[in-house]
């Protein structure tokens, strides 16, 4: 017998859409890990706080997201390890990755976070170029 359809309220996400990166707002970090396991999407976490540069804020993302070592040492790497590796593993699901807490600091300013952030949104039209969707959510500290 078949399940019945989720109706479009029950449906996690759905007002948000599906390639994007934004402010976290009014969404719980438990409630977007809830959503993309009931998607059947990958969650990806980090909380940035304890970072102070742009090195703290790569070697974090890399440990937190589980990637190899290589990650941890440029923007460049970080945008690769979200993009083709991925893309030529498999078949994906879909993505709902959280940056909690990015710094403000004098060593990570405010250019700093937008080119972290362009990362994502970078990887947001990769994956929506291959009909993937790439939700990313994040807060400052």
Known sequence: MQSPLQKDQEIPLRNVRANIVQ?????????????????????????????????????????QFTFPAHVGKNFDALYDSMTDPLHKSGPQPGFVVVLEQIPATPKFDKEAREQLLDIFRDAAEYWADRKIPFRCFYSFL
Not at 29 to 47: I, M, S
Not at 50 to 55: I, L, N, V
Request: no cysteine.
């Open 23 to 63: 402010s976290i707002r009014a969404f719980r970090v438990a409630d977007l890990q809830e959503a993309a396991k009931t998607l059947g999407h990958h969650f990806l976490y980090a909380n940035l706080a304890h970072a102070q540069t742009k090195q703290d804020i790569l070697d974090l993302i890399a440990s």
